[in-house]
């Protein structure tokens, strides 16, 4: 059985998903955790995915390893948080 997350593991995920989880489905099956608390997790992967496709789209190399922004979407998804997605902006992150 899954433990819940401490504070510090929390705070931690919602800067840096990838240094508490290793997947996106692994913040889906995260016990503990509210729907609004995963998809504020998810939402940030998604962010950090997009900066990876950026990066590499700049050959930049990329800094680490990163989901991919696809299983970041089909977890939101998942959660039903997709169509809640801020409208396309400008940027090629996603954001203003």
Not at 12 to 28: C, E, G, I, N, Y
Request: hydrophobic share 40%.
């Amino acid at each position: 059985m899954q433990k819940e997350l401490s504070a510090e593991d929390l705070q931690m995920a919602l800067t840096d998903p990838a240094s508490v989880f290793p997947a996106p489905q692994a913040v889906l099956d995260q016990v503990g955790l509210t729907d609004r608390q995963k998809i504020e997790i998810l939402r940030r992967w998604e962010y950090d995915a997009r900066e990876l496709m950026v990066m590499e789209e700049e050959a930049l190399p990329a800094t680490g390893p990163s989901a991919t922004l696809d299983l970041v979407l089909r977890a939101l998804h998942e959660l039903g948080a997709v169509d809640d997605a801020p409208h396309p902006s400008p940027t090629k992150q996603g954001g203003v």
